[in-house]
């Protein structure tokens, strides 16, 4: 006999990229931003007091959610704050999808969205993308029966981003909730932010974690027409943004400039080092993202334990759709100036 529910005691679980002690690894696994966050989060920590710390935070995160509205064009009460943009899909799966429910996205894509969908007791259909990594034209079809469907634009780990027209038709012909996770729109050249006004069955999700350099404190946001936004309150832990991460979070989203000129200064090394890798025999994937997935002239596999001994970590997701690449966070031209003269230290061993 066990105490634990059945269908927990069959499932995996998430894992998480590694985020290791030594911190002399050049780290291009979990897709952190290498500059640091903007002054203004800088002076919004030296200006907190412990004092303040005695009372439970606003359960509705009232000055983050305004500020994100101001900035998207919305009403604040389209807009919800989470523990990371992960609480949020959590939320999301919690609020729209029943025990026994199903759940559809992508195959290959972020693969957290199969394992919150088995915690709810839910199964997932998985739509295999075309060779392009773009999604069927009978998406929504293959989608149909299930009541929430996850696309990540930009999706991971492919980095490329679907056709804004595909997008819309899916939003059209999909029956359930379409939840457009853009943890990497920031670095993209369009986005969904608009679907919010015109579908009243989209949610649109956003993080700090990446483009302003703030994975450390947990802030995702994400934005639905007030129907949506009412029912993922009720479902939301009370108190899920803590204090330090609103006032932290808030001084972020409002020093737009810093975080764009990260963004620029990224995208600037992506084309780079997009071009250097092809060189070197890669074939890298077009992205919109933080960082790169491509196909190395070597297996990918041992291609990552190569450059682990080299002292750089990036990511190595096995299977049919994705072990023939590795994915590689953009860093510093630096980071990236490592990765490129390990890689050609590497090739030149085999
Ligand atoms: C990084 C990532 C997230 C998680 O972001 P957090 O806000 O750090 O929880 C969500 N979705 C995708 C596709 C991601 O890559």
Excluded at 96 to 125: E, H, K, W
Excluded at 263 to 286: C, N, Y
Aim: charged letters at 20%; proline letters at 7%; aromatic letters at 8%.
């Amino acid at each position: 006999m066990s105490y634990t529910r059945q269908t927990i005691l069959e499932m995996a679980g998430y894992t998480p990229g590694e985020q290791p002690r030594d911190r002399l690894l050049v780290k291009l696994n979990t897709n952190e931003n290498p500059y640091p966050p903007s002054p203004a989060v800088t002076e919004a920590l030296a200006s907190l007091t412990t004092a303040g710390l005695r009372l439970y935070p606003d359960p509705l995160a009232r000055a983050l959610r305004q500020e994100a509205a101001r900035q998207w064009n919305l009403s604040e009460d389209a807009v919800i704050c989470g523990n990371g943009s992960d609480d949020l899909l959590t939320i999301g799966v919690r609020t729209f999808v029943d025990q026994g429910g199903t759940i559809a996205c992508p195959d290959p894509t972020y693969s957290l969205y199969p394992v919150l969908a088995r915690i709810q007791g839910a199964r997932t259909i998985h739509i295999p993308l075309d060779e392009t990594f773009n999604p069927p034209p009978d998406c929504a079809r293959q989608a149909a029966g299930s009541s929430l469907l996850f696309l990540a634009r930009p999706n991971a780990p492919t980095g490329n981003a679907f056709d804004l027209s595909t997008m819309h038709q899916l939003c059209r012909d999909y029956q359930g909730i379409v939840w457009i996770d853009e943890a990497y729109a920031d670095f993209a050249a369009d986005n969904c932010l608009d679907f919010v006004h015109k579908y009243p069955n989209v949610v649109v999700s956003r993080t700090v974690s990446k483009s302003y350099s703030l994975a450390g404190i947990r802030l995702g946001l994400a934005c639905a027409q007030p129907p949506l936004i009412e029912q993922m309150l009720k479902v939301k832990d009370s108190y899920n943004v803590n204090a330090l991460t609103q006032t932290l979070g808030l001084a972020a989203l409002k020093d737009q400039s810093h975080m764009q000129t990260n963004v620029k200064r990224i995208q600037a090394t992506r084309r780079w080092a997009a071009d250097e890798l092809t060189a070197l025999g890669f074939q890298v994937l077009p992205s919109e993202a933080n960082f790169l997935f491509a196909r190395p002239p070597i297996p990918a596999d041992e291609y990552a334990k190569a450059l682990r001994a080299h002292h750089i970590l990036i990511r190595y997701f096995p299977g049919e759709r994705t072990g023939d690449y590795a994915r590689v966070t953009i860093g510093t031209d630096a980071d990236m100036q490592k990765l490129l003269q390990a890689t050609r230290t590497i090739l030149a061993d085999q």
